[in-house]
């Protein structure tokens, strides 16, 4: 069984710079992209930035400067560092990872999300 655990969410002023973290754990025999997604009331929920395990990356323009996503492959874990934070940011943020629990299966993961607020 493979789980996701998320971390590092909370209240934060508008400007501030929290690190979330989310850490895969279980039976894994290799972990593709991960990826962060956020989904604010009423709205859809939408990627915020991903990255290969060979760490490519992507996101979205609406962060883009701002927010940044990295991994580490010995760890399982994925980050997010988020600068400037904007009221707009405030969101459930969720991990997502595609992980090999054995070959030559992937299965899509999902944490179980974790609240930022931002306070202006």
């Known amino acids: 069984q493979v789980q996701l655990v998320e971390s590092g969410g909370g209240l934060v002023q508008a400007g501030g710079s929290p690190r979330l973290s989310c850490a895969a754990s279980?039976?894994?025999?290799?972990?593709?992209?991960m990826a962060w997604y956020r989904q604010a009331p009423g709205k859809q929920r939408e990627l915020v930035a991903a990255?290969?395990?060979?760490?490519?990356?992507n996101s979205a323009d609406s962060v883009k400067g701002r927010f940044t996503i990295s991994r580490d492959n010995a760890k399982n874990t994925v980050y997010l560092q988020m600068n400037s934070l904007k009221p707009e940011d405030t969101a459930v943020y969720y991990c997502?990872?595609?992980?090999?629990?054995?070959?030559?299966?992937?299965?899509?993961?999902w944490g179980q999300g974790t609240q930022v607020t931002v306070s202006s």
């Open positions: 997502n990872a595609r992980i090999m629990t054995s070959l030559p299966y992937t299965t899509n993961y």
């Open positions: 990255i290969t395990s060979g760490g490519s990356t």
């Open positions: 279980g039976i894994i025999f290799s972990i593709n992209t």
